[in-house]
């Protein structure tokens, strides 16, 4: 499994950097994506902005986009109801076959 | 050197479960049939278009068909093989390196391609409908785009499909239909989707020094533009628009030196409903945020100019058939043999075949 399955087993949302220009490459590759240098793992912040959202069912799913412009799609829990533009918190992350991540809007 | 199109040919697209190598051969034997003074010592390249995991399939095709080819190989980009495999076979063309080349995709229902497991940009959310929906998402805020818009979409596509032989559907689905059909997502409903399914479509390119030998009405490739954005969903800035279908036309437009007031018949990717309402405005046919007007207009006074046989909502879409089938369709109303489908006066046409989300696209113009 790689690295980051396994990080997202741990609630852990890595993501590539590039050892040489510190690029972020999203999605993860063992290299960079303008120089080719090899990558480390970057623990990612939890806080991320709304950038679109329906829903399935009463299921809000949304692409959130973290630091960087790295954008990942994800689950929404709210009740409330939700903005174009707000932040999101990176509740849970998970890999149980897929990758998994839950939002919360920041009140 | 100028590629032409001198013949086609098309399965019924259907669930029936047939065997890839039969797809194929299927389609290939009506260009072989119909096609004058065509032997298989003709063909230079025969190229396949699937995302089958087959392997050296344009090989096993070449000796069950009899044919020896100089070059021969698989083409595969998911939902854009087709066109990408007609413009492989045009590059060879015009390269010098072949006068006639044998295209012929195919795709069956459990084949792999309808989600990209490598993007782990969509989470969890791997199934098509989910891009889709986040595409309707956006244009309905942006530009008050509504369910009903997007509703007229499917109901052009699946009124010009009955006039579609080779269809999928064979019953036409009212805009109530569409209207009621189940939500699968809060902006999307199943009559939105294009269907998996089977079917294959073949289509024999030439050098101008050989297509005359084939047909006295060769439908030249007059332009061809072509734009891969990326491979993930989430890297598509904007969501109100498809980067790669706005570039590959605008390549297209010009390397044609036509523009889309010249065009007269179209056949767009409409792998959901809103992705036509999308392509309209990048292809330069509605004004930004106008393509819902521009279909309602096509619902209204039965036009047949967008995807007059059916889409892929309409016809249902055999991924690496598709971008071939949509390719035939043109060939057909340029050469004027669309029969109930014929728009009037068809002198330019444009496919639009796209992959991935919008992650890359390829136009073609065509000309008679």
């Given at each position: 499994m790689s690295k980051f399955k396994e990080e997202l087993k741990k609630n852990n949302f890595v993501c590539s950097e590039c050892l040489k220009c510190?690029?972020?490459?999203?999605?993860?590759?063992?290299?960079?994506?303008?120089?080719?240098?090899?990558?480390?793992?970057?623990?990612?912040?939890?806080?991320a902005k709304l950038i679109e959202f329906a829903k399935r069912n009463d299921e809000i799913f949304c692409i959130a986009e973290f630091e960087d412009n790295v954008r990942i799609?994800?689950?929404?829990?709210?009740t409330s109801n939700l903005k174009i533009g707000q932040s999101l918190t990176l509740v849970f992350c998970d890999y149980d076959g897929k990758e998994k991540f839950v939002f919360e809007p920041v009140i | 050197m100028k590629v032409g199109i001198a013949s086609s040919g098309l399965t019924k697209f259907t669930k029936n479960d047939i065997s890839i190598e039969s797809l194929m051969l299927s389609s290939i034997k009506p260009i072989f049939n119909d096609t004058k003074n065509l032997s298989q010592n003709d063909i230079d390249i025969v190229l396949t278009s699937t995302n089958s995991n087959d392997k050296y399939l344009a090989n096993i095709i070449s000796e069950l068909s009899g044919i020896?080819?100089?070059?021969?190989?698989?083409?595969?980009?998911?939902?854009n093989s087709g066109a990408n495999s007609i413009v492989s076979a045009y590059s060879y063309i015009a390269a010098g390196l072949a006068d006639v080349a044998l295209v012929v995709g195919a795709e069956k229902i459990d084949n792999p391609g309808l989600v990209l497991e490598w993007d782990k940009s969509r989470g969890q959310y791997k199934h098509p409908i989910y891009w889709s929906s986040m595409f309707a998402s956006a244009h309905m805020r942006q530009y008050g785009t509504t369910l009903e818009d997007i509703a007229y979409v499917g109901a052009v596509n699946h009124r010009n499909a009955m006039d579609n032989p080779y269809a999928y559907f064979e019953r036409?689905?009212?805009?109530?239909?569409?209207?009621?059909?189940?939500?699968?997502t809060d902006n999307l409903r199943v009559l939105d989707c294009s269907m998996s399914c089977n079917g294959s479509a073949a289509i024999l390119l030439a050098s101008e020094k050989k297509i005359r030998n084939f047909t006295d009405r060769p439908i030249w490739i007059s332009g061809i533009g072509q734009k891969s954005t990326s491979?993930?969903?989430?890297?598509?800035?904007?969501?109100?628009?498809?980067?790669?279908?706005?570039?590959?036309?605008?390549?297209?437009?010009?390397?044609?030196?036509?523009?889309?007031?010249?065009i007269d018949v179209a056949e767009l990717h409409d792998a959901f409903s809103i992705c036509e309402?999308?392509?309209?405005?990048?292809?330069?046919?509605?004004?930004?945020?106008?393509?819902?007007?521009?279909?309602?207009?096509?619902?209204n006074t039965y036009d047949r100019k967008i995807n007059p046989r059916g889409g892929l909502i309409g016809s249902g879409h055999p991924l690496g058939a598709t971008g071939i089938a949509q390719t035939i369709e043109i060939f057909q109303q340029?050469?004027?043999?669309?029969?109930?489908?014929?728009?009037d006066n068809a002198n330019t046409?444009?496919?639009?075949?796209?992959?991935?989300?919008?992650?890359?696209s390829t136009v073609l113009i065509l000309q008679s």
């Open positions: 510190k690029k972020l490459v999203w999605p993860s590759s063992d290299f960079c994506n303008s120089c080719f240098s090899p990558v480390t793992w970057k623990n990612m912040a939890r806080t799609m994800g689950r929404v829990q709210t | 020896a080819p100089k070059t021969s190989h698989s083409v595969e980009s998911l939902c036409k689905f009212s805009l109530e239909d569409i209207m009621k059909s189940k939500p699968l491979a993930s969903f989430t890297k598509n800035e904007n969501l109100t628009r498809m980067e790669s279908t706005l570039y590959s036309a605008a390549q297209a437009y010009e390397n044609s030196s036509k523009t889309s007031s010249d309402i999308i392509e309209l405005e990048d292809l330069g046919f509605a004004r930004r945020g106008k393509g819902s007007v521009y279909v309602r207009d096509l619902y340029l050469q004027g043999t669309a029969g109930k489908r014929q728009v046409g444009l496919v639009h075949n796209m992959s991935a989300a919008g992650t890359s």
